[in-house]
């Protein structure tokens, strides 16, 4: 593991587990309009709101060490983390950054079904994917 990769690995293992703690979140402010609670859906939403804020910053982090790096190297990288990388032959390194992303991924997937559930209850017919589901028919 180089020097990069070791200044980059904290910020992303960060990331991970912010949006894990988004995905937490989440559930619990479905658990409150589930349980018509609307002192607890903002207690969730204020702290989520700042959970999504710290990965922002994660991101921003990430992005300055990308920048500080060889151009061919922050490409490849940048690459990985896009997870558009399955057709490069990968180091052990390479190979856990792609699976760390794939992971976030997974994470972000399943917070944003949550996303959808809230919004269509909490907008009805209003909500943004509500709105998607018609243009779809």
């Known amino acids: ?3 990069d990769w070791a200044e ?3 910020h992303i293992r ?4 912010t949006f894990e703690e988004i995905f937490r979140m989440t559930k619990e402010l ?8 609307p002192a ?9 709101g700042e959970e999504i804020l710290a990965a922002q910053r994660c991101d921003e982090r990430m992005e300055e060490l990308l920048d500080k790096m060889e151009l061919q190297k922050a490409l490849r990288l940048t690459k990985i983390m896009r997870l558009q990388g399955n057709d490069m032959e ?3 390194s390479e190979k856990m950054l792609s699976e760390m992303f794939e992971e976030i ?5 399943k ?8 919004s269509r209850h909490i907008g009805g017919k209003l909500s943004v994917y509500h709105q998607e589901i018609a243009e779809l028919k």
């Open 111 to 118: 917070t944003m079904e949550y996303d959808r559930r809230l």
């Open 8 to 10: 980059l690995l904290p």
């Open 30 to 37: 479905d658990d409150c309009f589930k349980k018509n609670d």
């Open 14 to 17: 960060k990331k991970r587990q």
């Open 105 to 109: 991924k997974s994470i972000v997937d």
């Open 1 to 3: 593991m180089d020097k």
């Open 40 to 48: 607890g859906a903002e207690y969730w939403l204020d702290l989520r």
């Open 90 to 92: 990968m180091d052990p």
